[in-house]
């Protein structure tokens, strides 16, 4: 397993001309929506007409920044919503990256509309979504990370949930519940979760678009992987850590033919991915397969019966 040097990315862009540290994103007692650009789809609701109000952070709390990166290409359908459920989280100290791959479709017209309210954006070429998030981490200055695909959106006053988690509970790592909609059918469906421990850290469950992690554990996505990207960073980033979950959902991901987790064409890609995780230079055989996942369903059973999920 190879990972990259994030200093060498932030030092080429800085190069191109990056300046850091990133101007943190605008915020104001009034709130953003009335100043961010009218939606081009004509929706209502979150994040379109709706926004967390600047009145539900306490301004005697000093609220520690977070960074959010968002990898992009050619999610012109999806990534001003995503762009929206950030900045209408009205955070106080919120810094926001986004890293396109050279989209050809109506993304970089909607970047450029809101560049005045993002800390950073770029679109050129790249190696993947897994580069696309490193190179944006590597410009980080947050004390919490998170990241969301540019298909994805946060939940209205998730960032309010979980920088309190931070403050009032000593953890490294919080996660929470997610929604996933069906784009065919309007269909929310509700994603629970058992509490994530290391014994079962093997068996994916975590929900990335609602994970968030302190900077000081960061590490670097491995970029040979094409869909296993998040599940094997929290094979690393996890392990120990000290971590919280709320219990409701935080994010929204979006069922669609071209997302990597429902294309059936990814298939071989997943497998690709899951050989080269268990190999001998990287994580290794899991010897003990068979009973974490007979003790995971014994788990989920009992706690189904507790009404606990």
């Keep these: 397993m190879k990972l990259p040097d994030l200093g060498k990315y932030r030092k080429q862009l800085q190069e191109q001309g990056v300046q850091l540290p990133l101007p943190s994103v605008s915020h104001t007692s009034e709130g953003l929506l ?5 939606p081009a789809s004509g929706q209502i609701g979150w994040p379109f007409t709706g926004e967390t109000p600047p009145s539900a952070y306490d301004s005697r709390i000093s609220w520690p920044k977070i960074t959010i990166v968002t990898p992009s290409f050619n999610q012109g359908s999806f990534i001003e919503q995503t762009i929206r459920s950030v900045l209408l989280q009205n955070y106080p100290n919120l810094e926001y990256i986004i890293m396109d791959g050279g989209s050809n479709d109506s993304t970089v017209d909607i970047l450029k509309k809101y560049t005045r309210w993002v800390s950073h954006w770029q679109s050129k070429p790249d190696n993947g979504q897994g580069q696309a998030i490193n190179m944006g981490f590597s410009i980080a200055s947050g004390g919490i990370y998170g990241w969301i695909n540019s298909d994805d959106y946060y939940m209205k006053g998730a960032f309010l949930q979980v920088a309190h988690t931070f403050l009032k509970r000593k953890v490294e790592f919080v996660y929470g519940y997610g929604l ?17 421990t290391d014994y079962f850290i093997k068996i994916p469950s975590l929900i990335q678009p609602s994970t968030f992690w302190r900077s000081a554990i960061h590490q670097p996505i491995w970029e040979d992987l094409h869909c296993a990207l998040d599940f094997e960073l929290w094979l690393r980033l996890v392990k120990g ?4 979950m709320i219990k409701k959902p935080l994010s929204v991901a979006h069922v669609h033919s071209d997302a990597k987790t429902f294309d059936p064409k990814m298939k071989a890609y997943w497998h690709e991915d899951e050989l080269n995780m268990w ?15 007979f003790m995971n369903r014994i788990r989920t059973k009992l706690y189904k019966l507790l009404g606990l999920i």
């Design 241 to 244: 850590k000290r971590r919280a």
């Design 279 to 293: 190999a001998k230079n990287a994580h290794g055989r899991v010897y003990e397969w068979k009973k974490i996942v």
């Design 180 to 196: 996933s909609f069906e784009l065919a059918t309007g269909d929310y469906q509700l994603c629970r979760m058992l509490p994530h």
């Design 34 to 38: 009335k100043s961010l650009p009218f």
